[in-house]
């Protein structure tokens, strides 16, 4: 068996901006294990928020050797470089066992997941600009996270007046801007709130008035994060990249749904590769944020399908 990585560059099909900085192109690893002359693949993003970078991750999963999927768990954190190698074993599985991921899982009927599709953070006319050329869309998110985000989001609404959305604030916020503006979101039919304040200031949130749902995103990793989240969050957004793959993500969300959190599926930008394991998590999740292939120009061969029913689950070409 033989692990290799090598990053990649997927150009974006415009500047995408959060509240910590913008990004022309997505830079992601791709990960091959051979076994027997079989090929499977997983895609990651290093996060630079979690201390990750391209080299940092590169560097963990060439230090593996010889490791089976099994022995994974131990050698490497939760993150980027588990998830990765996690995704490409359970895709060496399904082609050398001829029996699919979601069949491996008992995952039956998969289907198609409307997704949020993400207008990036800009001036409230550029906003509004970017809304209603996607008012067709059914759900929309709107990246937010500083003090003056009230015209912004009145600027999308106008935008789309049909369209759901929700919010990402990705820790830009303080607990008195959140309650400031929590009236306004609910107003103007704001359906969640990701992450208002930062992951390490959020036990302001206990005992907060929360009128509509909060969702954990950097607060919340893998299964340990779960008791943190308590009386803090209403949701949980499961990221593969955090999680440290689709092993740990299943994991969490059974322990999510047994604590009373609802579930997000939620994604760094990326390409389909990436996407296509968290296809199958999504038939759990009440919101489903799996746009980043949307976001981008260019994009694998054999690339998710997304049309008017959302996201479709991969074909065994791409991935599982």
Request: aromatic letters at 6%; a negative charge.
């Amino acid at each position: 068996m033989r692990i290799t990585v090598q990053p990649e560059t997927f150009q974006l099909a415009q500047v995408f901006t959060i509240s910590r900085g913008s990004r022309s192109q997505a830079e992601v690893l791709t990960v091959r294990i051979e076994k027997d002359g079989v090929i499977g693949w997983g895609e990651c993003v290093p996060y630079a928020r979690y201390g990750e970078s391209l080299a940092s991750v590169t560097a963990q999963i060439n230090a593996l050797g010889h490791i089976s999927h099994e022995e994974l768990g131990e050698a490497l954190p939760a993150g980027a470089a588990r998830n990765a190698v996690d995704c490409a074993f359970w895709d060496l599985e399904a082609k050398t066992s001829a029996v699919s991921v979601a069949q491996r899982v008992g995952l039956q009927d998969l289907q198609p997941q409307i997704t949020a599709y993400t207008l990036s953070l800009d001036s409230p006319e550029a906003m509004e600009r970017q809304a209603r050329l996607n008012a067709h869309r059914p759900l929309l998110k709107i990246k937010l996270g500083t003090p003056d985000d009230m015209p912004r989001l009145e600027a999308v609404r106008r935008g789309a007046p049909k369209a759901r959305i929700i919010v990402d604030a990705n820790e830009g916020w303080s607990a008195e801007v959140y309650s400031d503006l929590a009236p306004h979101l609910l107003r103007l039919g704001v359906e969640l709130v990701e992450q208002p304040l930062p992951a390490s200031e959020d036990d302001a949130l206990l005992g907060l008035e929360r009128p509509l749902p909060i969702c954990a995103d950097e607060s919340c990793h893998d299964r340990s994060s779960l008791p943190h989240m308590r009386g803090k969050y209403d949701y949980a957004n499961i990221k593969l990249d955090k999680t440290g793959g689709l092993t740990e993500a299943f994991a969490l969300r059974d322990a999510a749904l047994e604590a009373g959190f609802g579930l997000m599926v939620g994604c760094m930008v990326g390409s389909s590769l990436a996407m296509a394991p968290a296809v199958l998590l999504a038939q759990a999740a009440q919101f489903t944020d799996l746009d980043g292939p949307l976001l981008l120009a260019e994009d694998r061969d054999h690339a998710l399908k997304f049309d008017a029913d959302g996201v479709h689950p991969p074909v065994a070409a791409l991935w599982g």
